[in-house]
């Protein structure tokens, strides 16, 4: 409640049409008749191209196999292991058109962690690549080269009669608080939410169809760049140019080799680009726009890339897993763009409502005061899978994402966000829940108490550090290093402790919540 009703914010672009009753794989190919012999997937590793047509047939022959030999039907859900290469895409879309969905998962990550995925996500299959195949146990494998050695594609009677409301892809996070969940994204709202960036006279974000050349470096397991590169991509008919991993001075030659003209990126590449010599070798003048997303970009980085490739536009878009996941993107990539102040994540997307709420009071705020960032349209989330109390505290009774994000917006319609309440990490745009490794280090028989909090950091942005108070009598027998191997044996990479604080107690509310922000302070300080 506000007085006078709530300020809600609006795109400075006009609303569209959203083709939100279509699934995901007819409204990915509906450019199919026009684009069949265009480029459509290219492996980076292997040159190989796929073609609009080659993709679609592949997608086609990927559900006939995961159906006919593997049994996956509609409501199932698969685990996508994998990193980057044309095979992802064919399974999404593939298990797509059964009416099934994919989650998708870090394939460094830990045996445990895996399993822990698979059990609440209720996966029944998982796809990956036979390097990682040893860190699964009892559930069905298969490898993604076998996806393609269906003779046949699906016949066009046996897709699955999908539903808009129907899940297609479910992604994990933490969300504001607590462990990671998988968040339940239908059609409608995958849909609904590419076509807020690429749909409509005046795309937001501008894939120029059999023209653009996009760079898909980024993990497609994180939803970032499967929504902005994979998918957005497919819509508009770009091409995608495929890495499996990201090494400098292979993208700086990709980039170089095929013509890359809109690369998707996170901060940390953004130094790289900005700062390492090794870039004044290659030729970058293909390039015309650099969207950075998934953590704050700052200004000094945006200008210091700006001076290294002049020509291209460079902006931000800022979004969540469960907001489906753009909630605000650069107008400079525009179809007919218009200027986006340094530091800023862009202008809210298109038939979507942004609010800006006073984290004290409730009330919805007006321009340029900061506040708890909410949005609202058809693309977030269903909510979380299997856990109804999660959703209600994240999607309020008017329907309203709560992103955890504080945030403003200015007398241009332009968000600015500069701070985060909610407990996650960003590590190089990784999200590292603190909840997580806080159950690990309890778990730990000399450890009585603790609690992770970021600390900031140069090149990722942010690092988990952990505050620890050691068990009674047990207190000489730990160290720093111990704990952190203890921890960096059970987790990710990207989850790793960088630093161990050792104090009598942790400071908590009266309530017995962790004050965060105090130890936030300190983990500064430090
Ligand atoms: P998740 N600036 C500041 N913080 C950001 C930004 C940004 N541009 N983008 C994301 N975040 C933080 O679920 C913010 O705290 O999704 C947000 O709540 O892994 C959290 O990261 C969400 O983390 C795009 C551009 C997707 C961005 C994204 C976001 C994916 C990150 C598609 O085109």
């Not at 996500?121 to 699964?136: E, I, N, R, W």
């Not at 309020?396 to 701070?419: Q, S």
Request: hydrophobic share 45%.
């Amino acid at each position: 409640p506000t007085p006078g009703g709530p300020t809600t914010f609006r795109s400075r672009l006009p609303d569209i049409d959203i083709a939100s009753h279509l699934p995901l794989h007819d409204y990915c190919f509906h450019r199919l008749p026009d684009l069949a012999a265009a480029p459509c997937l290219v492996s980076a590793s292997t040159g190989e191209v796929y073609s609009y047509a080659e993709t679609h047939s592949a997608c086609r022959r990927a559900a006939a196999y995961l159906s006919s030999r593997c049994g996956v039907a509609k409501g199932d859900v698969v685990l996508l292991l994998l990193h980057n290469c044309p095979e992802f895409a064919f399974a999404v879309l593939g298990i797509s058109m059964l009416g099934a969905a994919s989650t998708t998962a870090n394939p460094f990550c830990t045996p445990h962690e895996i399993a822990t995925q698979l059990r609440l996500s209720g996966a029944k299959l998982v796809v990956t690549q036979p390097q990682y195949a040893d860190k699964l146990a009892d559930v069905a494998v298969i490898t993604a080269d076998e996806l393609l050695s269906a003779e046949d594609e699906l016949p066009a009677e046996q897709l699955a009669d999908v539903g808009p409301d129907d899940a297609v892809v479910v992604p994990f996070s933490s969300g504001t608080t607590g462990l990671p969940k998988g968040v339940v994204l239908t059609h409608r709202s995958v849909v609904s939410n590419l076509a807020q960036q690429v749909d409509g006279e005046n795309p937001n974000l501008h894939f120029r169809p059999g023209e653009e050349v996009v760079l898909c470096v980024l993990p497609l397991f994180h939803i970032y760049s499967l929504s902005s590169v994979l998918l957005c991509g497919l819509r508009a008919g770009a091409a995608i140019v495929i890495m499996a991993r990201f090494e400098m001075e292979r993208m700086l030659d990709v980039i170089q080799r095929f013509r890359v003209t809109a690369a998707a990126v996170v901060p940390p590449l953004v130094l790289a680009l900005a700062k390492n010599p090794v870039v004044e070798k290659y030729d970058l003048s293909s390039l015309r726009m650099v969207l950075s997303g998934a953590a704050p970009l700052g200004k000094d980085l945006e200008a210091a890339l700006r001076s290294r490739v002049p020509h291209a536009v460079i902006g931000q878009g800022y979004g969540m897993t469960e907001a489906g996941p753009v909630i605000t993107m650069c107008p400079g990539f525009a179809k007919h763009p218009t200027m986006a102040k340094s530091g800023s994540s862009g202008i809210v997307v298109r038939n979507a409502e942004l609010k800006v709420m006073d984290p004290e009071t409730g009330f919805s705020l007006g321009r340029n005061l900061p506040g708890e960032i909410c949005i609202r349209g058809p693309q977030i989330m269903k909510g979380y899978l299997n856990d109804p109390d999660a959703t209600s505290a994240t999607i309020d009774v008017e329907g309203w994402l709560h992103t955890g994000d504080i945030g403003y917006v200015d007398d241009d319609d332009e968000i600015f966000i500069v701070d985060r309440v909610k407990e996650l990490i960003k590590f190089k745009g990784f999200q590292v829940p603190p909840a997580e490794l806080e159950g690990l280090l309890l778990s730990h028989p000399s450890i009585s108490d603790a609690a992770v909090v970021p600390q900031k950091d140069e090149a990722a942005g942010e690092v988990p550090v952990a505050f620890v108070v050691p068990s009674k009598d047990l207190e000489s027998e730990i160290t720093e290093e111990a704990i952190k191997v203890f921890i960096a044996k059970q987790v990710v990479f990207y989850k790793r402790l960088h630093k161990v604080y050792f104090i009598p107690a942790i400071p908590k509310s009266a309530t017995g919540k962790i004050l965060r922000k105090e130890l936030r302070a300190r983990a500064a300080a430090n």
